[in-house]
């Protein structure tokens, strides 16, 4: 099957310095792709190239298996982290503004059912609460029926009921077998919504795959967290526990086993906190910093 977005030893040099080295990922047609990495890693100038907006040092973007060309521009939706919406115009202007820019559109009821826009969709711009105006800029994005949607950080400011509608959007997007590939800083956003995920960090991919394959190759514990003074000394010590600033950490293989032993000591299980690793434990464990520093 051939890919939906193809990136082949892409590079880009900035006179002495190189943001992008030899960058190479496919995007299967239908996923969410999560492009992940803190700002400087190269995530950004990787998309850009992607989109067309600059050029590659070296390498190439492949579009099902073709070079990219003019027409691409018809053929992907991108809504960018900031964008500036006209002041005076009503939502409803706004779409119709941006349609004019293309040949082949969606129908504008389809696009207010899509992305929830009927209840501010006569609203001035100047009055969108975040939210509301995420939900345009994705609408704007989509207005060309795009086969291929960019999203740069979408859901940055927003608060967490917002994200999570927002999210429902994507999902529904995506259940229309159209290819979304996504940069965020959240790691539970890339947990719900991506299929895969590229790691990047100074230039280079670190790691790839999906979110459970990466998890399961580099994590097999499970920590328990128990406040600091539950937990004698002598027990942390001859278990090799980690004392944390308030609390302690134990490393689990057997979360059962690791309890029932606990209780066995006579260790009060108040404010006992169990947590998997997650996306951000992967990054901090292969780069020694947090992905959202």
């Given at each position: 099957?051939?890919?939906?977005?193809?990136?082949?030893?892409l590079?880009?040099?900035?006179?002495?310095?190189?943001?992008?080295?030899?960058?190479?990922?496919?995007?299967?047609q239908?996923?969410?792709?999560?492009?992940?990495?803190?700002?400087?890693?190269?995530?950004?100038?990787?998309?850009?190239?992607?989109?067309?907006?600059?050029s590659?040092?070296?390498?190439?973007?492949?579009?099902?298996?073709?070079p990219?060309?003019?027409?691409?521009?018809?053929?992907?939706?991108i809504?960018?982290?900031?964008?500036?919406?006209?002041?005076f115009?009503?939502?409803?202007?706004?779409?119709?503004?941006?349609?004019?820019?293309?040949?082949?559109?969606?129908?504008?009821?389809?696009?207010?059912?899509?992305?929830?826009?009927?209840?501010?969709?006569?609203?001035?711009?100047?009055?969108?609460?975040?939210?509301?105006?995420?939900r345009?800029?994705?609408?704007?994005?989509?207005?060309?029926?795009?086969?291929?949607?960019?999203?740069?950080?979408?859901?940055?400011?927003?608060?967490?009921?917002?994200?999570?509608?927002?999210?429902?959007?994507?999902k529904?997007?995506?259940?229309?077998?159209?290819?979304?590939?996504?940069?965020?800083?959240?790691?539970?956003?890339a947990?719900?919504?991506?299929?895969?995920?590229?790691?990047m960090?100074?230039?280079?991919?670190?790691?790839?795959?999906?979110?459970?394959?990466?998890?399961?190759?580099?994590?097999?514990?499970?920590?328990?967290?128990?406040?600091?003074?539950?937990?004698?000394?002598?027990?942390?010590?001859?278990?090799?526990?980690?004392?944390?600033?308030?609390?302690?950490?134990i490393?689990?293989?057997?979360?059962?086993?690791?309890?029932t032993?606990?209780?066995?000591?006579?260790?009060?299980?108040?404010?006992?906190?169990?947590?998997?690793?997650?996306?951000?434990d992967?990054?901090?464990?292969?780069?020694?910093?947090?992905?959202?520093?």
């Open positions: 099957m051939i890919a939906a977005v193809s990136v082949q030893s590079s880009k040099h900035y006179k002495d310095v190189c943001a992008v080295d030899k960058v190479s990922f496919d995007v299967q239908g996923h969410c792709f999560g492009l992940l990495g803190p700002n400087g890693a190269g995530k950004t100038t990787t998309i850009e190239i992607m989109e067309g907006i600059i590659a040092t070296s390498g190439q973007v492949l579009y099902q298996g073709l990219v060309d003019k027409q691409m521009s018809q053929q992907i939706g809504q960018f982290q900031y964008t500036a919406l006209q002041d115009l009503t939502v409803k202007e706004t779409l119709n503004l941006f349609a004019s820019f293309y040949q082949h559109t969606l129908a504008q009821e389809q696009l207010i059912e899509l992305c929830d826009l009927s209840e501010f969709i006569n609203r001035d711009n100047r009055l969108l609460s975040g939210g509301q105006r995420q345009l800029l994705l609408a704007l994005a989509l207005i060309n029926d795009p086969k291929i949607l960019f999203l740069d950080e979408p859901t940055t400011g927003l608060d967490p009921h917002a994200r999570r509608n927002f999210w429902k959007l994507i529904n997007i995506k259940a229309q077998n159209k290819t979304i590939i996504l940069t965020t800083h959240y790691m539970d956003e947990e719900q919504l991506c299929d895969d995920i590229v790691i960090d100074q230039g280079k991919i670190i790691a790839a795959g999906t979110p459970h394959q990466l998890l399961a190759k580099h994590f097999e514990d499970v920590f328990i967290y128990l406040p600091l003074a539950q937990v004698s000394n002598e027990l942390v010590t001859a278990h090799g526990w980690t004392k944390l600033a308030d609390r302690i950490e490393a689990s293989k057997n979360v059962e086993q690791t309890l032993l606990l209780m066995g000591q006579g260790v009060s299980l108040d404010g006992l906190h169990v947590k998997s690793a997650n996306l951000d992967l990054f901090l464990k292969l780069t020694g910093h947090s992905l959202q520093a």
